[in-house]
């Protein structure tokens, strides 16, 4: 998988991913989508091409649980993230939705970067750097490898014993 | 068996076998909270992954309470459906107006010392207070409980929290958390457990513990859990709930942990976060002079009884509400609300000027209630002040003790609520 960097800083939060007050009027990620990061970087929804990737600072996704910080992003086309760290309820939500969390040191990873994950790495094709990436729990590895949490339980119905 | 934290308990006996730190394990929950926030979502999931029945509805719940009263048409269909969802699966749901589901969860006994308590929703590590394992979670996790009943988790590491002294006058719960939250960091706790204990702990009442919990979070702690002791079931004989299902845990006298954090709350003093991060604190006598538009009392950490009481107490000293402030009175629930009514609290708040809310969440995360205005400073009893996170991103949050707040709400400006506490 090939993707474009968009460099965001540390402890965003899923009000920055997108604003509450957002859902007030739709959940649909394609209406969400407009206002993804508007509070911080508010010509960034425009500018979404396919292959962006979000590479960010340490805890992205602190704060709310909401799931639309995940689907909305999801609808913007972007299919993966990077940071150091995660906050946990982001993490999972990306798992379940199938949006790939990795968690690999993205301080020398720049604004438009190409990128290429493979497994257990990224490649800096800019830099030509191989940045190590830290291995999934095996469950989640199912639920990713089964396209989200939605397909996974269609397939097995139930966690595992 | 190895010595374990209290975390590493409970999910020991959730899960059935010895488990530790670093661990999946999969258990059976025992409440799971759903919020018209993310409620609607989790429908949506149950329906894609093929659920046709939920499996234990009696121990889930509903809480219409971020859209209270529903501010647009399209989140008062969201609570048309979550209300049609309820009654066909025979699950409870709090209407509109009984308050935030994290309070109501911790008022109905629902969250039992040992027990495991989730909540689409992050404020809901609260119920860590109780000496249950909680921890928030999203919609999708949600959809998988009403199927299966179960969630899978890693068993955190722990961060033992000790707590000696006692609060000196003027300095609350809040003070304590915002504390940690500087040391810690946003991220200082994240994917760990906050342990609290020591003397300190014990001397905190349960609605002091349910701030430190609930604040955990904040601090990106997967859950903040305390020892179940004689408040604890003083609290849990109050509620509606059934204190014998109660499956206390303490934690070994050997138990590993990732980090131990000692604070001596004899020598704190009233704290303060600044716009736009919950651990950008500092005391507030350096803050003092800010100006302040609004004042917000409310909200799953300060919108109960004893938080009004102690802004009252400062606002009488001080004579009420300075001109130019708007206060603003938000309770956790509809039995917060009805005591204050009963007690004559809520009428003195009246007589001030302040703008009663309907309890639920309000204007916390801006999805109803009283919005800011631009270049307003809103001082608030909540847990988070992100940009924006009120409605209007040209607002500027600061967040403190009930007391703090009311301090602020008597001069115009930020102040320290000792002064009005001789």
Redesign the interface.
Same mark, same amino acid.
């Given at each position: 998988m090939r993707f474009r960097a968009r460099v965001f800083g540390d402890?965003i939060?899923t /009000?920055?991913i997108i604003?509450?007050?957002r859902?007030?009027?739709? *959940?649909d990620p394609q209406v969400l989508r407009q206002y993804l990061f508007?509070?911080?970087a508010p010509q960034f929804a425009a500018g979404i091409q396919a292959e962006d990737a979000i590479v960010a600072g340490?805890?992205f996704g602190?704060?709310?649980?909401?799931?639309?910080a995940?689907?909305a992003v999801l609808g913007a086309g972007i299919r993966a993230v990077l940071a150091p760290?995660f906050?946990?309820?982001y993490y999972?939500?990306a798992v379940?939705?199938g949006l790939l969390p990795v968690i690999c040191d993205t301080s020398r990873i720049r604004e438009g970067d190409q990128l290429r994950i493979v497994s257990g790495a990224v490649y800096n094709e800019t830099t030509s750097e191989t940045i190590v990436a830290e291995p999934l $729990?095996?469950?989640m590895r199912a639920i990713i490898a089964a396209g989200? *949490?939605?397909p996974y339980?269609?397939q097995h119905? /139930?966690? $595992?014993? | 068996m190895a010595a374990q934290t209290i975390s590493e308990k409970i999910l020991s006996v959730k899960c059935g076998k010895s488990a530790y730190a670093g661990d999946?394990v999969?258990c059976p929950v025992d409440c799971a909270l759903g919020t018209d926030?993310?409620t &609607?979502?989790a429908i949506d999931?149950f329906e894609?992954?093929?659920?046709v029945r939920v499996l234990n509805p009696g121990r889930i719940v509903f809480a219409l309470d971020?859209?209270a009263p529903a &501010?647009?048409r399209?989140?008062a269909q969201l609570h048309q459906r979550m209300r049609h969802f309820a009654a066909s699966h025979g699950i409870l749901l709090w209407d509109v107006g009984e308050g935030i589901g994290h309070q109501l969860v911790v008022e109905s006994g629902r969250a039992l010392p040992g027990g495991l308590a989730v909540g689409?929703?992050?404020h809901a590590v609260m119920y860590g207070a109780l000496n249950a394992f909680a921890t928030?979670?999203?919609?999708?996790?949600l959809?998988?409980i009403f199927?299966?009943g179960?969630?899978?988790l890693?068993v955190p590491e722990s961060i033992r929290v000790t707590l000696t002294g006692q609060l000196p006058a003027g300095v609350y719960p809040k003070d304590i958390a915002l504390a940690l939250a500087k040391q810690l960091g946003?991220?200082g706790a994240?994917?760990r457990a906050l342990e609290f204990g020591g003397p300190g702990a014990a001397a905190l009442d349960l609605e002091d513990r349910l701030v430190l919990s609930n604040l955990s979070v904040e601090m990106?702690a997967?859950n903040g859990i305390f020892a179940a002791d004689e408040k604890t079931f003083a609290w849990l004989n109050g509620a509606a709930g059934d204190p014998k299902m109660a499956d206390p845990q303490t934690p070994d006298t050997a138990a590993r942990y990732c980090r131990e954090v000692e604070m001596d709350l004899g020598h704190l003093t009233p704290q303060i976060a600044l716009p736009h991060?919950v651990d950008r604190v500092m005391e507030i006598r350096e803050s003092a002079a800010t100006t302040v538009q609004m004042v917000y009392l409310g909200t799953c950490t300060g919108g109960r009884v004893r938080d009004y009481r102690q802004a009252l107490a400062v606002l009488k000293a001080g004579g009420g509400v300075a001109p130019g402030v708007q206060l603003v009175v938000a309770p956790a629930s509809r039995t917060v609300l009805e005591t204050l009514a009963r007690d004559g609290t809520l009428a003195e708040f009246i007589a001030m000027g302040a703008v009663i809310g309907t309890p639920g969440c309000g204007s916390c995360?801006?999805?109803?209630g009283s919005i800011p205005g631009d270049n307003v400073n809103v001082i608030s009893t909540a847990n988070?002040n992100?940009?924006?996170?009120m409605?209007n991103?040209a607002a500027s949050i600061y967040l403190a003790s009930p007391a703090s707040c009311a301090a602020a709400a008597v001069r115009g400006v930020v102040a320290d609520p000792r002064e009005f506490l001789a």
């Open positions: 402890d939060n /009000d920055y604003a509450s007050r859902k007030r009027d739709s *959940l508007e509070e911080i340490k805890n602190c704060g709310s649980a909401m799931e639309a995940v689907t760290s906050a946990r309820t999972r939500n379940n939705n $729990p095996q469950i989200g *949490l939605v339980f269609r119905g /139930d966690f $595992p014993a | 999946v999969v926030a993310s &609607p979502m999931y894609a992954m093929g659920g971020h859209y &501010p647009s399209h989140t689409a929703d992050s928030g979670i999203g919609s999708s996790d959809a998988a199927i299966s179960k969630i899978w890693r946003a991220d994240a994917y990106g997967k991060g995360c801006g999805t109803c988070r992100f940009k924006g996170r409605g991103g």
